[in-house]
Protein backbone atom coordinates (compact mmCIF):
# COMPACT_ATOMS: atom_id res chain seq x y z
CA UNK A 1 0.00 0.00 0.00
CA UNK A 2 0.90 3.53 -0.80
CA UNK A 3 -0.05 6.73 0.79
CA UNK A 4 -0.14 9.65 -0.75
CA UNK A 5 0.36 12.44 1.70
CA UNK A 6 1.01 16.69 2.82
CA UNK A 7 2.78 17.01 6.19
CA UNK A 8 0.67 17.93 8.80
CA UNK A 9 -2.64 17.72 6.66
CA UNK A 10 -5.54 15.57 7.26
CA UNK A 11 -3.40 12.75 5.63
CA UNK A 12 -1.21 12.45 8.97
CA UNK A 13 -4.13 10.74 10.45
CA UNK A 14 -4.15 7.34 7.61
CA UNK A 15 -0.36 7.94 8.28
CA UNK A 16 -0.93 7.22 12.26
CA UNK A 17 -3.59 4.84 11.71
CA UNK A 18 -1.07 3.08 8.84
CA UNK A 19 1.95 3.30 11.52
CA UNK A 20 -0.40 1.38 14.50
CA UNK A 21 -2.09 -0.96 12.23
CA UNK A 22 2.03 -2.25 11.60
CA UNK A 23 1.06 -3.30 8.26
CA UNK A 24 3.56 -2.63 5.59
CA UNK A 25 3.31 0.51 4.11
CA UNK A 26 5.53 3.23 1.61
CA UNK A 27 4.61 7.20 1.85
CA UNK A 28 5.01 9.53 -0.85
CA UNK A 29 4.84 13.68 -0.65
CA UNK A 30 2.45 15.13 -2.81
CA UNK A 31 3.07 19.14 -3.43
CA UNK A 32 -1.02 20.17 -3.15
CA UNK A 33 -0.27 23.53 -5.38
CA UNK A 34 1.01 22.02 -8.46
CA UNK A 35 -0.64 18.26 -8.26
CA UNK A 36 2.81 16.76 -8.61
CA UNK A 37 3.86 14.16 -6.42
CA UNK A 38 7.54 13.69 -4.92
CA UNK A 39 8.46 11.26 -7.30
CA UNK A 40 6.75 13.47 -10.48
CA UNK A 41 3.85 11.82 -11.03
CA UNK A 42 0.29 14.13 -11.95
CA UNK A 43 -1.43 13.58 -8.65
CA UNK A 44 -4.54 14.35 -10.32
CA UNK A 45 -4.27 10.98 -12.19
CA UNK A 46 -3.94 8.95 -9.00
CA UNK A 47 -6.84 10.98 -7.11
CA UNK A 48 -9.28 12.61 -9.59
CA UNK A 49 -10.08 14.40 -6.76
CA UNK A 50 -6.56 16.02 -6.24
CA UNK A 51 -6.73 16.28 -2.59
CA UNK A 52 -4.52 14.44 0.11
CA UNK A 53 -4.73 11.52 1.42
CA UNK A 54 -5.02 8.77 -1.11
CA UNK A 55 -3.91 4.99 -0.17
CA UNK A 56 -3.28 2.73 -3.30
CA UNK A 57 -3.58 -0.37 -2.99
CA UNK A 58 -1.56 -3.38 -3.92
CA UNK A 59 -3.69 -4.29 -6.33
CA UNK A 60 -3.89 -1.25 -7.48
CA UNK A 61 -7.22 0.15 -6.41
CA UNK A 62 -7.35 3.88 -5.00
CA UNK A 63 -9.07 4.54 -2.01
CA UNK A 64 -9.93 8.02 -1.21
CA UNK A 65 -11.34 10.16 2.09
CA UNK A 66 -9.61 10.08 4.95
CA UNK A 67 -12.42 8.04 7.48
CA UNK A 68 -12.43 5.45 4.91
CA UNK A 69 -8.95 4.77 4.18
CA UNK A 70 -8.34 4.65 8.17
CA UNK A 71 -11.51 2.02 8.54
CA UNK A 72 -9.56 0.02 5.40
CA UNK A 73 -6.39 0.31 7.58
CA UNK A 74 -8.62 -0.75 10.55
CA UNK A 75 -10.16 -3.39 9.23
CA UNK A 76 -6.98 -4.86 7.76
CA UNK A 77 -5.73 -5.33 10.96
CA UNK A 78 -8.58 -6.79 13.52
CA UNK A 79 -5.95 -7.48 16.26
CA UNK A 80 -4.94 -3.87 17.03
CA UNK A 81 -8.47 -2.73 17.64
CA UNK A 82 -8.04 0.04 15.66
CA UNK A 83 -11.89 0.45 14.78
CA UNK A 84 -14.51 -1.69 16.67
CA UNK A 85 -15.77 -4.66 14.67
CA UNK A 86 -18.69 -3.90 12.15
CA UNK A 87 -22.14 -4.04 13.59
CA UNK A 88 -21.06 -3.33 16.78
CA UNK A 89 -22.98 -0.28 18.39
CA UNK A 90 -19.10 1.38 18.87
CA UNK A 91 -18.30 1.11 15.23
CA UNK A 92 -21.19 3.59 14.10
CA UNK A 93 -20.69 5.74 17.62
CA UNK A 94 -17.06 5.59 15.50
CA UNK A 95 -18.27 6.78 12.49
CA UNK A 96 -20.36 9.42 14.40
CA UNK A 97 -16.87 11.23 15.48
CA UNK A 98 -15.11 10.69 12.02
CA UNK A 99 -18.16 12.29 10.66
CA UNK A 100 -18.58 14.87 13.08
CA UNK A 101 -14.24 15.20 13.28
CA UNK A 102 -14.33 15.66 9.07
CA UNK A 103 -17.63 17.72 8.86
CA UNK A 104 -17.99 19.96 12.33
CA UNK A 105 -13.97 20.52 13.03
CA UNK A 106 -11.95 19.69 9.64
CA UNK A 107 -14.14 21.67 7.66
CA UNK A 108 -13.89 24.75 10.29
CA UNK A 109 -10.27 25.12 10.01
CA UNK A 110 -10.23 25.11 6.27
CA UNK A 111 -11.25 28.46 5.60
CA UNK A 112 -7.70 29.67 7.60
CA UNK A 113 -5.86 27.78 4.95
CA UNK A 114 -7.84 29.35 2.50
CA UNK A 115 -6.23 32.53 0.96
CA UNK A 116 -9.80 33.59 -0.50
CA UNK A 117 -11.63 32.88 2.50
CA UNK A 118 -13.48 36.16 3.45
CA UNK A 119 -12.94 37.69 7.29
CA UNK A 120 -16.99 37.12 8.03
CA UNK A 121 -16.37 33.49 7.21
CA UNK A 122 -13.89 33.02 9.13
CA UNK A 123 -15.19 34.15 11.70
CA UNK A 124 -18.05 31.99 11.46
CA UNK A 125 -15.68 29.36 11.07
CA UNK A 126 -14.38 30.04 14.54
CA UNK A 127 -17.34 30.49 16.14
CA UNK A 128 -18.64 27.16 15.29
CA UNK A 129 -15.20 25.67 15.96
CA UNK A 130 -15.50 26.98 19.39
CA UNK A 131 -18.50 25.60 20.01
CA UNK A 132 -17.56 22.06 18.73
CA UNK A 133 -14.52 21.74 20.39
CA UNK A 134 -16.17 22.78 24.20
CA UNK A 135 -18.40 19.81 23.10
CA UNK A 136 -15.92 17.69 22.43
CA UNK A 137 -13.87 18.68 25.42
CA UNK A 138 -16.60 17.66 27.70
CA UNK A 139 -17.18 14.12 25.87
CA UNK A 140 -13.52 13.58 26.87
CA UNK A 141 -13.53 14.53 30.48
CA UNK A 142 -13.90 10.94 31.74
CA UNK A 143 -12.20 9.35 29.25
CA UNK A 144 -8.57 8.50 27.84
CA UNK A 145 -9.51 8.14 24.50
CA UNK A 146 -13.14 9.07 22.18
CA UNK A 147 -13.69 5.74 22.58
CA UNK A 148 -13.53 5.17 26.21
CA UNK A 149 -9.53 3.25 26.90
CA UNK A 150 -8.32 2.60 23.99
CA UNK A 151 -6.92 3.98 21.10
CA UNK A 152 -8.84 4.42 17.93
CA UNK A 153 -8.49 5.64 13.91
CA UNK A 154 -10.75 8.72 15.50
CA UNK A 155 -7.74 9.48 17.69
CA UNK A 156 -5.85 9.61 15.12
CA UNK A 157 -8.08 11.90 13.25
CA UNK A 158 -8.62 14.33 16.22
CA UNK A 159 -5.25 14.36 17.47
CA UNK A 160 -4.70 15.81 13.66
CA UNK A 161 -6.86 18.26 13.02
CA UNK A 162 -6.44 20.21 16.55
CA UNK A 163 -2.59 20.44 15.96
CA UNK A 164 -4.03 22.79 13.37
CA UNK A 165 -5.11 25.51 16.28
CA UNK A 166 -1.28 26.24 16.14
CA UNK A 167 -1.31 27.62 13.03
CA UNK A 168 -4.75 29.70 13.70
CA UNK A 169 -5.64 32.47 16.39
CA UNK A 170 -7.30 29.36 18.48
CA UNK A 171 -5.95 29.12 21.81
CA UNK A 172 -6.51 24.75 22.61
CA UNK A 173 -5.90 26.12 26.59
CA UNK A 174 -8.73 27.15 26.60
CA UNK A 175 -10.23 23.45 26.98
CA UNK A 176 -7.21 22.05 29.56
CA UNK A 177 -8.95 18.38 28.49
CA UNK A 178 -7.95 18.82 25.17
CA UNK A 179 -4.51 20.02 25.86
CA UNK A 180 -3.81 16.93 28.11
CA UNK A 181 -6.00 14.36 25.26
CA UNK A 182 -3.32 16.08 22.68
CA UNK A 183 -0.22 15.28 24.71
CA UNK A 184 -1.29 11.99 25.35
CA UNK A 185 -2.17 10.66 21.56
CA UNK A 186 1.10 12.84 20.92
CA UNK A 187 3.59 10.58 22.74
CA UNK A 188 2.31 7.25 21.30
CA UNK A 189 4.86 5.50 19.43
CA UNK A 190 2.80 4.89 16.23
CA UNK A 191 2.16 8.72 16.45
CA UNK A 192 5.42 9.80 16.93
CA UNK A 193 6.37 7.81 14.11
CA UNK A 194 4.34 9.07 12.09
CA UNK A 195 5.38 12.50 13.32
CA UNK A 196 8.78 11.95 12.54
CA UNK A 197 8.13 10.14 8.90
CA UNK A 198 6.48 13.55 8.20
CA UNK A 199 9.91 15.69 9.61
CA UNK A 200 6.97 17.26 11.81
CA UNK A 201 9.56 16.43 14.92
N1 LIG B 1 -13.09 15.00 2.32
C1 LIG B 1 -11.65 14.79 2.25
C2 LIG B 1 -10.97 16.13 2.54
C3 LIG B 1 -9.48 16.04 2.34
C4 LIG B 1 -8.82 17.39 2.46
O1 LIG B 1 -9.42 18.38 2.93
N2 LIG B 1 -7.53 17.43 2.11
C5 LIG B 1 -6.77 18.67 2.13
C6 LIG B 1 -5.62 18.57 3.12
S1 LIG B 1 -6.22 18.45 4.80
C7 LIG B 1 -6.17 18.89 0.75
O2 LIG B 1 -5.52 18.01 0.21
N3 LIG B 1 -6.40 20.08 0.18
C8 LIG B 1 -5.85 20.44 -1.10
C9 LIG B 1 -6.91 20.71 -2.12
O3 LIG B 1 -8.12 20.59 -1.83
O4 LIG B 1 -6.55 21.06 -3.24
C10 LIG B 1 -11.20 13.73 3.26
O5 LIG B 1 -11.82 13.62 4.33
O6 LIG B 1 -10.25 12.98 2.98
Not at 17 to 40: Q, Y
Amino acid sequence: MKLFYKAGACSLASHIALVESGLPFDIEAVDLKAKVTASGADFTKINAKGYVPALVLDNGDVLTEGPAIMQYIADQAPAKHLAPLNDAMARYRLQGWLTFIGTELHKNFSPFFNPAASSDWKAAAMSNLERRLAYTAQQLEDKTYLLGDEFSIGDAYLFTVLGWAKFIDLDLGKWPVLVAYRSRVGERAGVQAALKAEGLI
